[in-house]
């Protein structure tokens, strides 16, 4: 069952990397300019993402731990995170591709209650890091920058977005989030009669869970607080990528141009991630570089320079990731036992 739903899973995203090949809306001889214009500065991007990768592995190893010990390496966890993010990116809606993975990948080590709830966290954790993120260009744009009145309603309405996301995550942290989410599941249309089948038929299965992310928050408050911070610290430094860039078009070595990848990469990840339904997110993360840099008074050639080598970067580790997929799984089946000892491992206090 492991190794049919991880097929399941790879063939679905090698299918969106073709497509996403096949709607790449830019000549050969234009992508290989731009990959040799970039030149050294590729294996520098190369590795700042390896490390980018490490911190997301850690993130997760640490809420891992905190519900009891770990049996796998953290080279295993590593790579199944570098496969989930590839589905991440390759499967429409992302979540529904990279976090199934982890479950499956996990299960078998930890049970499944504790590996949907390490799992939920760290997708928490991620998003809510986003979230920090994105104020923080909305922030930095209105210290540093003119505001006229259309981009003030734009910033206007980034900021109510951003609360509100941050509104609802803190609430989730608080009270768990996954019963709720299975509930709001039961108003769409079409999946209505399977939430309810699934709530009532792992009720219990999901208020565990809940309060296992709610113990994060009120009782663990070094952990939710480290991982936030390796989150958050990994946007800012996502950032380097595209000054890496910059340098490459005279820009000065300078903070200010560091300030400038922020709120690059900041609103063109919101930009990106509003259409999060498209596989790779292509044209919308285009789009975004596009009207990022035009508002940063640089030139339209610069922007879509930034498009091109982060979707190559992108396309390379989604091989990658897919590759992994298929390389060093060994299919464990969990005993009774191990999925019993899960609800022991670490009671919720009271």
């Not at 580790?317 to 019993?340: P, Q, R, S, W, Y």
Request: hydrophobic share 50%; with cysteine; net charge positive.
């Amino acid at each position: 069952m492991q190794q049919r739903a991880r097929n399941i899973l790879f063939f679905i995203g090698l299918a969106s990397v073709i497509l996403m090949l096949l709607l790449f809306d830019v000549s050969w001889q234009t992508l290989w300019q731009d990959i040799c214009h970039a030149g050294y500065w590729l294996v520098a991007i190369g590795v700042l993402w390896l490390v980018l990768y490490v911190m997301n592995a850690l993130t997760w190893y640490v809420l891992l731990r905190e519900s009891g010990s770990v049996t796998l390496s953290f080279l295993r966890l590593l790579k199944i995170t570098v496969s989930a993010f590839a589905l991440n990116s390759a499967t429409p809606i992302g979540l529904l591709g990279g976090e199934p993975y982890k479950i499956i990948e996990l299960t078998p080590h930890v049970g499944v209650q504790r590996a949907t709830s390490s799992v939920v966290l760290f997708a928490m954790m991620h998003i809510f890091a986003h979230f920090c993120y994105w104020v923080t260009g909305i922030v930095l744009y209105v210290v540093l920058l003119p505001v006229d009145t259309g981009m003030g309603v734009v910033l206007a309405a980034a900021a109510l977005f951003c609360g509100t996301g941050i509104y609802l995550f803190l609430k989730g942290y608080r009270h768990g989030l996954v019963v709720r989410g299975i509930r709001w599941l039961g108003h769409i249309p079409g999946l209505r009669s399977w939430a309810h089948r699934f709530a009532a038929s792992h009720e219990e299965d999901l208020h565990r869970i809940d309060a296992q992310i709610a113990e994060l928050h009120r009782q663990s408050r070094r952990t939710f607080y480290a991982s936030l911070a390796l989150e958050y610290v990994g946007r800012m430094m996502q950032s380097l990528e595209i000054m890496f860039m910059l340098l490459l078009f005279g820009a000065e070595c300078s903070w200010m141009t560091f300030v400038q990848s922020v709120l690059i990469l900041s609103f063109t990840s919101l930009f990106a991630n509003l259409l999060g339904f498209i596989p790779l997110q292509l044209g919308g993360r285009e789009g975004g570089f596009a009207l990022s840099t035009a508002q940063l008074g640089l030139t339209g050639g610069t922007g879509l320079f930034i498009s091109i080598i982060c979707r190559v970067r992108e396309l390379f580790f989604t091989c990658i990731g897919l590759a992994l997929m298929k390389v060093g799984n060994v299919n464990v089946h969990a005993d009774n036992h191990e999925n019993g000892h899960e609800d022991e491992s670490r009671k919720v206090r009271s």
